[in-house]
């Protein structure tokens, strides 16, 4: 599965996550309001997101069939293994180069690989 969303199909699976399970004709309603979308727009991102595994319309219910937080983490591995060959740390050096890390952030990073 990729695990990847263009910037309007984000802010439509964070319209889902925040409200399923979900009839898909309140969905409708939901993103004419938030995202001034007709319902024909709103159909076909969701049968785009259906296709991809990421949520399922069964019988008019709209749910996910990833939490966001697992696809969060799913996309960032997916980065890192793309850009980075997998690797955490060459991922950790691009991303810190610009920056000076606080003491705070850096007792949480050792944190999470004392954790894992």
Known sequence: MEYKLGE???????????????????LAKLCEKELCWKKSTTYTILRRVCDRGLFK?????VTSTISKKEFLAKQSEQFVDNTFQGSLPKFLAAFTSGRKLTQKEVEELKRIIDDN
């Open 8 to 26: 309007i199909e984000m802010k439509f699976a964070e319209l889902i996550w925040g409200n399923e399970p979900l009839p898909s004709g309140e």
């Open 57 to 61: 319309n069964e019988n008019g219910v």
